[in-house]
């Protein structure tokens, strides 16, 4: 048996904050104490909480494509993103796999297969620091939706699907012009093509997304995995969630959408940028304000790994930082039907979690922890 003991660290519990000691047996947390112990990891007074949980993050993807038109070996993107998310303190992952685009030639179109297969096999032979599992993101224009994500149903590994409709005109992309601003500037969509490009769209949207959203939600509710909306706007999006057994609802991009999503039981789920940022870059509703209203239940980092402790202290200044966590610990692994066995400091839960000094300008960690051992 192998023992390990923390001690006089800020231990983070699931409803308070205490001084003490937490002690690792063979991978598992088997004693959490108030009062501090003469031997032991001396904490001197720094913060100690579980290991962050996230949801929703294209690290993946940008590791695999750090440019336009560049493509890294798959093999070699998949590690450099691990260890981006351990760096972030993220022990358990859902790698959000894109399924469908705007353009033939998007990687989105081409390497979910080569991405997942990637993501199990290296789950398989441990070459990961992080415990990964799968989101597929299903893009409800893209003709071929359904038949991928059948494909993966029983693949040990999904945890979540998403709903996604990024037809301009609507939900993220209200706003045309922020439509035209994304797709030029991420994927170089010329200027002159971009009202064909958008005529396209739409036309793939009114032949292929409900068909689609139909069969999907039947796909979920046969094998059990868990559902979520994605960018709602409206109150009639969430009923729409809500009639097809959605359980989280990804970036509602209105206040009323949000109120709609948590008074009707629905997870809210918002991103650390935005946040941080203080608004969204698509000029959708500010993340900050649902916190405030206290409408929001789990924190993404989306595409920025290292956001996420940056926003959970950016929340703590409004509430103790044991209740702020529970968005980045406790409540996404509830979502996903892992907090069993992970999501906060309980006896008998595995011993994933991170240590933090904060200076009083910014949060930094000091060690993360997987099962009690060292991953970053």
């Not at 093509?193 to 793939?204: H, L």
């Not at 979520?228 to 009323?256: C, K, M, N, R, Y």
Request: aromatic share 6%; charged share 25%.
């Amino acid at each position: 048996m192998t023992e390990t003991i923390f001690t006089n660290y800020r231990l983070q519990l699931p409803d308070e904050e205490v001084l003490g000691t937490l002690v690792v047996r063979d991978g598992m947390i088997a004693e959490v104490q108030p009062g501090v112990v003469s031997q032991g990891h001396n904490g001197d007074g720094d913060y100690l909480l579980p290991g962050l949980v996230e949801l929703h993050t294209d690290n993946f993807e940008q590791r695999l494509s750090p440019r336009p038109k560049v493509r890294w070996p798959m093999d070699v993107a998949a590690v450099y993103h691990d260890r981006d998310l351990a760096a972030a303190g993220i022990t358990t992952v859902c790698d959000a796999i894109a399924v469908g685009d705007i353009t033939p030639t998007s990687m989105r179109m081409t390497q979910f297969d080569p991405m997942i297969n990637t993501i199990h096999q290296g789950q398989i032979d441990g070459r990961f620091a992080v415990d990964h599992r799968l989101h597929l993101r299903c893009e409800l224009g893209y003709e071929q939706v359904f038949d991928v994500a059948a494909t993966y149903a029983e693949h040990p590994l999904l945890s979540l699907i998403s709903l996604m409709d990024h037809t301009p005109g609507q939900r993220q992309f209200a706003q045309v012009e922020k439509y035209k601003e994304y797709y030029q500037g991420k994927h170089g969509v010329g200027a002159d093509e971009m009202e064909g490009f958008i005529q396209a769209r739409i036309e793939a949207q009114q032949r292929h997304a409900d068909e689609n959203r139909r069969r999907l939600v039947d796909l979920t509710q046969k094998h059990g995995i868990c559902l979520a909306s994605h960018d709602d706007a409206t109150p009639e999006h969430v009923q729409e969630a809500l009639q097809d057994g959605a359980e989280i609802a990804e970036f509602p991009t209105t206040l009323d959408a949000a109120k709609e999503a948590h008074s009707h039981g629905l997870q809210v789920l918002m991103g650390a940028p935005n946040l941080i940022l203080g608004k969204s870059h698509s000029g959708n509703v500010s993340a900050m304000e649902l916190i405030e209203r206290d409408l929001v239940d789990i924190i993404s980092s989306d595409y920025v790994p290292q956001s996420l402790l940056q926003a959970m202290f950016l929340i703590a200044q409004q509430q103790p930082l044991y209740k702020a966590m529970q968005l980045f610990t406790l409540n996404p692994a509830k979502a996903i039907g892992l907090d069993g066995d992970r999501g906060s400091l309980e006896v008998g839960k595995r011993a994933d979690f991170v240590t933090v000094h904060h200076d009083g300008v910014v949060p930094r960690f000091t060690s993360v922890r997987r099962q009690g051992q060292r991953i970053a």
